[in-house]
């Protein structure tokens, strides 16, 4: 069964940066598209970005030009760099695994993300 572990997040002001890292395990990590997701208060989770196993990315609009995705296969790592962060990036966030179209019921505890000056 997968594990995922995310860490670094934090309290940053708006404009600041934060690199968010999820360690994985119990699966093939190579074959494995990974994800970052994150829920706001009161809203549903969404698709933050996802890098896929040839590396290619797709992003949410909202985050285009800001974040970037990577994964460190050798590691089993996946890393979300954040940068010029905003208010409205505030939320917990979750990385997951995709394995053909379906993203995995297994979540791990996330890692909350706040941005306030």
């Known amino acids: 069964q997968v594990q995922l572990v995310e860490s670094g997040g934090g309290l940053v002001q708006p404009g600041g940066s934060l690199t968010l890292s999820c360690a994985v395990s119990g699966i093939n990590f190579n074959i494995h598209t990974m994800g970052w997701f994150r829920r706001a208060p009161g809203t549903q989770r969404e698709l933050v970005a996802f890098?896929?196993?040839?590396?290619?990315?797709w992003y949410r609009d909202a985050v285009k030009g800001r974040f970037t995705i990577s994964r460190d296969n050798t590691k089993k790592m996946v890393y979300l760099k954040m940068n010029n962060l905003r208010p409205e990036d505030t939320a917990v966030y979750y990385c997951?695994?995709?394995?053909?179209?379906?993203?995995?019921?297994?979540w791990g505890q996330g890692t909350q993300v706040t941005v306030s000056s």
């Open positions: 890098v896929a196993t040839a590396h290619g990315t």
């Open positions: 997951n695994s995709r394995y053909g179209n379906m993203w995995s019921d297994n």
